[in-house]
C-alpha cells in the first residue's frame, strides 16, 4: 500500500488542521493506520492510531481530548483532526499502515507516506 499524507501548514496556537493520508490499493480496509509526528533530533513519537474496521481508536495522553483520527474505508482515507493545536504539537506529521500491528510502536509498521509539516506559531 502507499501512502500520502497531505493538510499540513502554518496554524496559530488554538487553532484546528485536518490532516488527511489517502492511500492506494485495493486492500486499504484491512490496514491498521496510525499517526506518527517528529520533530528534528527526536525519534518519531505515536500520535493517534485506528484499527483497520475503524472500531478502535487510541491516542497519545498529550493529544487525547484534543486530536481525532477516523478513516474512511471507501475513499481510502484516514484523517487526523487536530484541534487546540499547541506550539508542541508542531513536527512533521506522517501516517503509517501494517495489516497485523495496531500499536504505538513506529518500527513495526510496514508502510509509511512521506511526511507533512504542521507548523503552530505562538
Known amino acids: 500500500v502507499q501512502l500520502q499524507a497531505s493538510g499540513g501548514g502554518l496554524v496559530q496556537a488554538g487553532g484546528s488542521l485536518r490532516l488527511s493520508c489517502a492511500a492506494s490499493?485495493?486492500?486499504?480496509?484491512?490496514?491498521?493506520m496510525g499517526w506518527f509526528r517528529q520533530v528534528p533530533g527526536k525519534e518519531r513519537e505515536f500520535v493517534a492510531g485506528i484499527r483497520w474496521s475503524g472500531g478502535r481508536t487510541y491516542y497519545a495522553d498529550s493529544v487525547k481530548d484534543r486530536f481525532s483520527i477516523s478513516r474512511d474505508n471507501a475513499k481510502n482515507t484516514v484523517y487526523l483532526q487536530m484541534n487546540s493545536l499547541k506550539p508542541e504539537d508542531a513536527a512533521v506529521y506522517y501516517c503509517a499502515a501494517d495489516q497485523y500491528y495496531s500499536g504505538r510502536n513506529y518500527p513495526d509498521y510496514d508502510y509509511w507516506g512521506r511526511g507533512t509539516l504542521v507548523t503552530v506559531s505562538s
Open positions: 490499493g485495493r486492500t486499504f480496509s484491512s490496514y491498521h
